[in-house]
Protein backbone atom coordinates (compact mmCIF):
# COMPACT_ATOMS: atom_id res chain seq x y z
CA UNK A 1 0.00 0.00 0.00
CA UNK A 2 2.75 2.40 0.99
CA UNK A 3 4.82 1.93 -2.51
CA UNK A 4 1.44 2.07 -4.50
CA UNK A 5 1.01 5.59 -2.69
CA UNK A 6 4.47 6.58 -3.48
CA UNK A 7 4.56 5.86 -7.05
CA UNK A 8 1.61 7.29 -7.34
CA UNK A 9 2.75 10.83 -5.75
CA UNK A 10 5.95 10.70 -7.99
CA UNK A 11 4.02 10.02 -11.44
CA UNK A 12 1.34 12.38 -10.72
CA UNK A 13 4.03 15.01 -10.73
CA UNK A 14 5.78 14.02 -13.40
CA UNK A 15 2.45 14.36 -14.86
CA UNK A 16 2.35 18.13 -13.86
CA UNK A 17 5.71 18.63 -15.14
CA UNK A 18 5.12 17.67 -18.46
CA UNK A 19 7.06 14.28 -18.20
CA UNK A 20 4.70 11.73 -19.06
CA UNK A 21 0.92 12.45 -20.36
CA UNK A 22 -1.43 11.33 -18.21
CA UNK A 23 -1.97 9.89 -14.67
CA UNK A 24 -4.73 8.53 -12.19
CA UNK A 25 -3.92 7.78 -8.82
CA UNK A 26 -5.58 5.52 -5.90
CA UNK A 27 -5.29 8.11 -2.86
CA UNK A 28 -8.19 7.08 -0.35
CA UNK A 29 -8.68 3.67 -2.10
CA UNK A 30 -5.45 1.80 -1.34
CA UNK A 31 -7.15 -1.08 0.68
CA UNK A 32 -8.57 -2.60 -2.07
CA UNK A 33 -5.29 -4.97 -2.33
CA UNK A 34 -6.36 -6.69 -0.11
CA UNK A 35 -8.63 -8.58 -3.15
CA UNK A 36 -4.75 -9.18 -4.71
CA UNK A 37 -4.32 -11.30 -1.32
CA UNK A 38 -7.03 -13.36 -1.56
CA UNK A 39 -6.58 -14.23 -5.05
CA UNK A 40 -4.46 -17.01 -6.83
CA UNK A 41 -2.11 -17.03 -9.32
CA UNK A 42 -4.40 -18.38 -12.29
CA UNK A 43 -7.47 -16.04 -11.62
CA UNK A 44 -7.89 -13.36 -14.66
CA UNK A 45 -8.07 -9.80 -13.73
CA UNK A 46 -10.07 -7.62 -15.31
CA UNK A 47 -9.35 -3.77 -14.25
CA UNK A 48 -10.73 -0.53 -15.25
CA UNK A 49 -7.75 2.23 -14.17
CA UNK A 50 -7.28 1.72 -10.11
CA UNK A 51 -6.07 -1.89 -10.36
CA UNK A 52 -1.98 -1.09 -10.20
CA UNK A 53 -2.55 -2.90 -6.74
CA UNK A 54 -3.00 -6.06 -8.37
CA UNK A 55 -0.07 -5.80 -10.43
CA UNK A 56 2.26 -4.53 -7.22
CA UNK A 57 1.01 -7.92 -5.14
CA UNK A 58 1.76 -10.26 -8.31
CA UNK A 59 5.64 -8.76 -8.60
CA UNK A 60 4.85 -6.18 -11.46
CA UNK A 61 8.07 -4.29 -11.55
CA UNK A 62 8.60 -0.77 -11.01
CA UNK A 63 10.59 -0.42 -14.54
CA UNK A 64 7.69 -1.54 -15.55
CA UNK A 65 5.15 0.50 -14.51
CA UNK A 66 7.25 3.19 -15.35
CA UNK A 67 8.32 1.98 -18.75
CA UNK A 68 4.38 1.95 -19.48
CA UNK A 69 3.83 5.27 -18.23
CA UNK A 70 6.30 6.75 -20.53
CA UNK A 71 5.26 4.87 -23.54
CA UNK A 72 8.93 3.77 -24.28
CA UNK A 73 10.69 0.79 -26.11
CA UNK A 74 10.20 -1.35 -22.82
CA UNK A 75 6.78 -0.58 -22.72
CA UNK A 76 4.42 -3.83 -23.38
CA UNK A 77 1.86 -1.94 -24.91
CA UNK A 78 4.18 -0.44 -27.75
CA UNK A 79 3.50 2.74 -26.91
CA UNK A 80 -0.23 2.30 -28.01
CA UNK A 81 -1.95 3.11 -24.67
CA UNK A 82 -2.22 6.01 -22.62
CA UNK A 83 -0.07 5.88 -18.95
CA UNK A 84 -1.50 3.44 -16.04
CA UNK A 85 -3.74 1.25 -18.55
CA UNK A 86 -1.45 -1.62 -17.90
CA UNK A 87 -1.57 -4.95 -19.19
CA UNK A 88 0.63 -8.45 -18.81
CA UNK A 89 0.09 -11.63 -19.82
CA UNK A 90 2.52 -13.46 -17.46
CA UNK A 91 0.30 -12.17 -14.58
CA UNK A 92 -3.06 -13.16 -15.75
CA UNK A 93 -4.10 -8.90 -15.98
CA UNK A 94 -5.94 -8.21 -19.01
CA UNK A 95 -4.62 -5.14 -20.47
CA UNK A 96 -6.85 -1.74 -19.46
CA UNK A 97 -8.99 -0.32 -21.41
CA UNK A 98 -10.37 3.37 -21.47
CA UNK A 99 -13.50 3.31 -22.65
CA UNK A 100 -16.08 2.55 -19.61
CA UNK A 101 -17.21 -1.23 -18.97
CA UNK A 102 -16.35 -3.03 -21.43
CA UNK A 103 -14.08 -5.29 -18.86
CA UNK A 104 -17.63 -6.56 -16.69
CA UNK A 105 -19.10 -8.89 -19.88
CA UNK A 106 -15.40 -9.42 -20.82
CA UNK A 107 -14.87 -10.77 -17.46
CA UNK A 108 -18.20 -12.97 -17.44
CA UNK A 109 -17.09 -14.52 -20.69
CA UNK A 110 -13.28 -15.22 -19.31
CA UNK A 111 -14.44 -17.02 -16.34
CA UNK A 112 -16.98 -18.76 -18.24
CA UNK A 113 -14.57 -20.09 -20.62
CA UNK A 114 -12.15 -21.13 -17.66
CA UNK A 115 -15.13 -23.08 -16.60
CA UNK A 116 -15.73 -24.72 -19.71
CA UNK A 117 -11.98 -25.86 -19.72
CA UNK A 118 -12.37 -26.96 -15.90
CA UNK A 119 -9.73 -24.96 -14.13
CA UNK A 120 -9.86 -24.20 -10.75
CA UNK A 121 -9.80 -20.53 -11.19
CA UNK A 122 -12.47 -17.55 -11.47
CA UNK A 123 -11.94 -14.28 -13.10
CA UNK A 124 -12.86 -11.02 -11.18
CA UNK A 125 -13.55 -7.50 -12.27
CA UNK A 126 -13.21 -4.49 -11.03
CA UNK A 127 -15.66 -1.00 -11.76
CA UNK A 128 -17.12 1.62 -9.98
CA UNK A 129 -20.13 2.95 -9.49
CA UNK A 130 -20.45 5.00 -12.19
CA UNK A 131 -19.73 2.18 -14.50
CA UNK A 132 -22.23 0.19 -13.37
CA UNK A 133 -24.75 2.86 -14.85
CA UNK A 134 -23.37 1.64 -18.39
CA UNK A 135 -25.44 -1.04 -19.91
CA UNK A 136 -22.39 -3.43 -20.08
CA UNK A 137 -22.35 -3.90 -16.70
CA UNK A 138 -26.28 -5.45 -16.71
CA UNK A 139 -25.51 -7.59 -19.71
CA UNK A 140 -22.34 -8.68 -17.63
CA UNK A 141 -24.35 -9.58 -14.39
CA UNK A 142 -27.36 -11.37 -16.54
CA UNK A 143 -24.76 -13.04 -18.46
CA UNK A 144 -22.55 -14.23 -15.85
CA UNK A 145 -25.85 -14.87 -13.69
CA UNK A 146 -27.80 -16.85 -16.66
CA UNK A 147 -24.66 -19.26 -17.40
CA UNK A 148 -23.05 -19.63 -13.93
CA UNK A 149 -20.11 -18.14 -14.54
CA UNK A 150 -17.52 -18.25 -11.65
CA UNK A 151 -16.91 -14.00 -11.75
CA UNK A 152 -16.13 -12.02 -8.90
CA UNK A 153 -17.74 -8.61 -9.80
CA UNK A 154 -15.98 -5.87 -7.87
CA UNK A 155 -17.73 -2.40 -7.15
CA UNK A 156 -15.58 0.36 -6.03
CA UNK A 157 -18.27 2.75 -4.65
CA UNK A 158 -15.86 5.83 -3.96
CA UNK A 159 -18.96 8.18 -4.06
CA UNK A 160 -17.87 9.54 -7.84
CA UNK A 161 -18.25 9.00 -11.05
CA UNK A 162 -15.47 11.52 -12.05
CA UNK A 163 -18.30 15.11 -11.17
CA UNK A 164 -21.17 13.57 -10.64
CA UNK A 165 -22.21 12.33 -7.23
CA UNK A 166 -24.11 9.49 -6.26
CA UNK A 167 -27.04 11.02 -5.10
CA UNK A 168 -27.42 11.92 -8.52
CA UNK A 169 -26.18 9.03 -10.34
CA UNK A 170 -29.07 6.13 -8.75
CA UNK A 171 -31.85 6.52 -6.68
CA UNK A 172 -31.33 2.93 -5.26
CA UNK A 173 -29.58 1.64 -2.12
CA UNK A 174 -26.09 1.20 -3.72
CA UNK A 175 -24.71 -1.35 -6.37
CA UNK A 176 -25.46 -4.14 -3.79
CA UNK A 177 -29.11 -4.65 -4.53
CA UNK A 178 -28.97 -4.82 -7.94
CA UNK A 179 -26.94 -8.05 -7.38
CA UNK A 180 -29.87 -9.69 -5.66
CA UNK A 181 -31.77 -8.66 -8.59
CA UNK A 182 -29.78 -10.61 -10.91
CA UNK A 183 -29.90 -13.37 -8.40
CA UNK A 184 -26.37 -13.28 -7.64
CA UNK A 185 -25.05 -13.68 -4.46
CA UNK A 186 -23.60 -10.03 -2.81
CA UNK A 187 -21.82 -8.66 -0.18
CA UNK A 188 -21.18 -4.96 0.86
CA UNK A 189 -17.77 -4.45 2.60
CA UNK A 190 -15.74 -1.41 4.06
CA UNK A 191 -13.78 -0.53 1.33
CA UNK A 192 -11.21 0.96 3.47
CA UNK A 193 -10.17 -1.98 5.70
CA UNK A 194 -7.78 -4.42 4.49
CA UNK A 195 -9.08 -7.36 6.06
CA UNK A 196 -12.83 -6.67 5.08
CA UNK A 197 -11.79 -6.62 1.44
CA UNK A 198 -9.51 -9.48 1.97
CA UNK A 199 -12.27 -11.99 4.06
CA UNK A 200 -14.74 -10.39 1.66
CA UNK A 201 -13.03 -11.63 -1.56
CA UNK A 202 -11.53 -15.07 -0.37
CA UNK A 203 -14.72 -15.74 0.37
CA UNK A 204 -15.97 -14.88 -3.00
CA UNK A 205 -13.52 -16.82 -4.40
CA UNK A 206 -14.14 -19.96 -2.78
CA UNK A 207 -18.04 -19.73 -4.23
CA UNK A 208 -16.99 -18.33 -7.59
CA UNK A 209 -14.89 -21.69 -7.70
CA UNK A 210 -16.49 -24.34 -5.79
CA UNK A 211 -19.84 -23.31 -7.03
CA UNK A 212 -19.07 -22.31 -10.00
CA UNK A 213 -21.65 -18.90 -10.06
CA UNK A 214 -20.85 -15.26 -9.33
CA UNK A 215 -20.51 -13.14 -6.75
CA UNK A 216 -20.62 -9.29 -6.44
CA UNK A 217 -18.83 -7.19 -3.81
CA UNK A 218 -19.60 -3.36 -3.22
CA UNK A 219 -16.69 -2.02 -1.77
CA UNK A 220 -17.73 1.38 0.14
CA UNK A 221 -14.62 3.73 -0.29
CA UNK A 222 -14.02 7.62 -0.52
CA UNK A 223 -11.72 8.67 -3.51
CA UNK A 224 -9.29 11.53 -1.87
CA UNK A 225 -7.78 12.47 -4.85
CA UNK A 226 -8.92 13.94 -7.95
CA UNK A 227 -10.59 11.87 -10.73
CA UNK A 228 -7.16 12.09 -12.98
CA UNK A 229 -4.80 14.69 -13.91
CA UNK A 230 -7.48 15.76 -16.33
CA UNK A 231 -9.88 17.10 -13.37
CA UNK A 232 -10.21 19.00 -10.75
CA UNK A 233 -12.24 17.93 -7.98
CA UNK A 234 -12.79 21.02 -5.54
CA UNK A 235 -15.04 22.54 -8.29
CA UNK A 236 -17.78 20.01 -7.84
CA UNK A 237 -17.05 18.96 -3.33
CA UNK A 238 -15.56 20.52 -0.54
CA UNK A 239 -12.30 20.39 0.31
CA UNK A 240 -12.90 20.23 3.86
CA UNK A 241 -14.84 16.77 3.49
CA UNK A 242 -11.82 15.33 1.12
CA UNK A 243 -9.27 16.42 4.01
CA UNK A 244 -11.29 15.05 6.89
CA UNK A 245 -11.95 11.27 5.36
CA UNK A 246 -7.82 11.89 4.10
CA UNK A 247 -6.95 12.17 8.19
CA UNK A 248 -9.57 9.75 9.54
CA UNK A 249 -10.64 7.23 6.94
CA UNK A 250 -7.21 6.68 5.39
CA UNK A 251 -6.89 2.81 4.73
CA UNK A 252 -3.11 2.87 4.89
CA UNK A 253 -3.29 4.97 8.05
CA UNK A 254 -5.60 2.33 9.58
CA UNK A 255 -3.59 -0.40 8.67
CA UNK A 256 -0.63 1.37 10.10
CA UNK A 257 -2.36 1.73 13.44
CA UNK A 258 -3.26 -1.75 13.22
CA UNK A 259 0.86 -3.15 12.91
CA UNK A 260 1.99 -0.71 15.42
CA UNK A 261 -0.96 -2.18 18.17
CA UNK A 262 0.45 -5.59 17.33
CA UNK A 263 3.40 -4.59 17.76
CA UNK A 264 4.65 -5.79 14.31
CA UNK A 265 5.44 -2.06 12.71
CA UNK A 266 6.90 1.08 14.22
CA UNK A 267 7.44 4.82 12.68
CA UNK A 268 11.32 3.73 12.11
CA UNK A 269 10.30 1.09 10.43
CA UNK A 270 7.89 2.92 8.30
CA UNK A 271 10.71 6.33 7.62
CA UNK A 272 13.00 3.22 6.07
CA UNK A 273 10.11 1.58 4.06
CA UNK A 274 9.05 4.89 2.59
CA UNK A 275 12.90 5.96 1.98
CA UNK A 276 13.17 2.60 -0.40
CA UNK A 277 10.09 2.70 -2.21
CA UNK A 278 11.04 6.44 -2.82
CA UNK A 279 14.43 5.46 -4.17
CA UNK A 280 13.61 2.98 -6.40
CA UNK A 281 10.48 4.35 -7.93
CA UNK A 282 13.15 7.58 -8.49
CA UNK A 283 15.57 5.25 -10.24
CA UNK A 284 13.36 3.41 -12.30
CA UNK A 285 11.47 6.88 -13.57
CA UNK A 286 15.02 8.01 -14.57
CA UNK A 287 15.85 4.99 -16.52
CA UNK A 288 12.70 4.88 -18.36
CA UNK A 289 12.99 8.42 -18.96
CA UNK A 290 16.27 7.74 -20.70
CA UNK A 291 14.53 5.05 -23.02
CA UNK A 292 14.00 5.31 -26.67
CA UNK A 293 10.04 5.60 -28.05
CA UNK A 294 8.77 2.17 -29.76
CA UNK A 295 9.63 1.81 -33.60
CA UNK A 296 7.00 3.39 -35.27
CA UNK A 297 6.69 0.49 -37.24
CA UNK A 298 4.22 -0.57 -34.35
CA UNK A 299 1.29 1.72 -35.86
CA UNK A 300 0.89 -0.97 -38.50
CA UNK A 301 1.69 -4.48 -36.91
CA UNK A 302 -0.36 -6.89 -34.16
CA UNK A 303 -3.79 -6.30 -35.99
CA UNK A 304 -3.80 -8.24 -39.36
CA UNK A 305 -0.90 -10.95 -40.13
CA UNK A 306 0.09 -9.61 -43.33
CA UNK A 307 -0.23 -5.79 -43.95
CA UNK A 308 -3.35 -4.61 -45.98
CA UNK A 309 -3.14 -2.42 -48.96
CA UNK A 310 -4.33 0.33 -47.11
CA UNK A 311 -2.39 0.29 -44.30
CA UNK A 312 0.49 -0.47 -46.76
CA UNK A 313 -0.07 2.76 -48.73
CA UNK A 314 -0.52 4.63 -45.05
CA UNK A 315 2.85 3.18 -44.12
CA UNK A 316 4.33 4.18 -47.05
CA UNK A 317 2.86 7.95 -47.02
CA UNK A 318 4.86 8.25 -43.33
CA UNK A 319 7.81 7.56 -44.75
CA UNK A 320 7.47 9.98 -47.17
CA UNK A 321 6.52 12.97 -44.81
CA UNK A 322 9.44 11.68 -42.53
CA UNK A 323 12.04 11.81 -45.49
CA UNK A 324 10.34 15.22 -46.76
CA UNK A 325 10.36 16.80 -43.41
CA UNK A 326 12.78 15.63 -41.25
CA UNK A 327 12.44 19.04 -38.93
CA UNK A 328 8.71 17.76 -37.93
CA UNK A 329 9.45 13.94 -37.38
CA UNK A 330 12.15 13.90 -35.90
CA UNK A 331 12.91 9.75 -35.86
CA UNK A 332 16.33 10.32 -33.26
CA UNK A 333 14.12 8.71 -30.05
CA UNK A 334 12.76 6.13 -31.79
CA UNK A 335 13.93 2.75 -31.39
CA UNK A 336 13.79 2.21 -34.97
CA UNK A 337 12.22 4.25 -37.63
CA UNK A 338 9.89 3.68 -39.71
CA UNK A 339 11.61 5.27 -42.86
CA UNK A 340 14.83 3.01 -42.24
CA UNK A 341 13.30 -0.04 -41.81
CA UNK A 342 10.68 0.56 -44.64
CA UNK A 343 12.44 2.28 -47.36
CA UNK A 344 12.51 -0.45 -49.76
CA UNK A 345 8.34 -0.57 -49.91
CA UNK A 346 8.69 3.09 -50.29
Not at 10 to 31: D, K, V
Not at 100 to 114: E, F, K, M, S
Request: with cysteine; proline share 3%; glycine share 6%.
Amino acid sequence: MAQLNTMDGILYEAQRQGRISFYMTHYGEEATIGTAAALNAEDMIFGQYREAFMLVYRGFTMDEFVNQCFSNELDYGKGRQMPIHYGTKKLNFQTISSPLGTQIPQAAGAAYALKLAGKDACSICFFGEGAASEGDFHAGLNMAATLNSPTIFFCRNNGFAISTPSSEQYKGDGIASRGVGYGIDTIRVDGNDVWAVYNATKAAREIAVKEQRPILIESMTYRIGHHSTSDDSTKYRDRKEVEERAQFDNPITRLRRYLEQKQWWDQEKDDSWRKQIKQSVLQSFANAEKKKKPSLDHLFTDVYDELTPQLQRQKQELDRLIKDYPEYYPTDEFASSSSTSSSSSS
